[in-house]
């Protein structure tokens, strides 16, 4: 059975940074399309950004576009958010997910597995 796992959420002050992470396993998509959600407190779960796994080809949501980078290291199937410049509306709880596919989209419920979540908040 397919588990993601996010860890690396926390507290940081606006301005810092953080670097989520997600492991997955149990996966049988060969090549799967990989992606950070959010969902900030009374709104609905938002695209932040995806990567295909067999490619460096990555797609950001305008509001992270510049200081958040996505990344992969496959030999640990591990799947990463690095997040700069964190501003206190970045406050949400951090979501992978997965899908088969060859190409990255926006809408959630195109996604098959999910973690269970990271929060991260931001302070000002």
């Known amino acids: 059975q397919a588990q993601l796992v996010e860890s690396g959420g926390g507290l940081v002050q606006a301005e810092g940074s953080l670097r989520l992470s997600c492991v997955f396993s149990?996966?049988?998509?060969?090549?799967?399309?990989m992606g950070w959600f959010r969902r900030a407190p009374g709104k609905e779960r938002e695209f932040v950004g995806g990567?295909?796994?067999?490619?460096?080809?990555?797609v950001y949501a305008d509001s992270v576009k510049g200081r958040f980078t996505i990344s992969r290291e496959q030999a640990k199937k591990t799947l990463y958010l690095q997040m700069t410049s964190l501003k206190p509306e970045d406050t949400a709880v951090y979501y992978c997910a997965t899908r088969d596919g060859s190409a990255v989209v926006y809408a959630a419920r195109q996604y098959d597995y999910w973690g269970q979540g990271t929060q991260v908040t931001v302070s000002s």
């Open positions: 149990g996966l049988t998509i060969s090549a799967p399309v």
């Open positions: 990567i295909l796994w067999t490619g460096p080809h990555t």
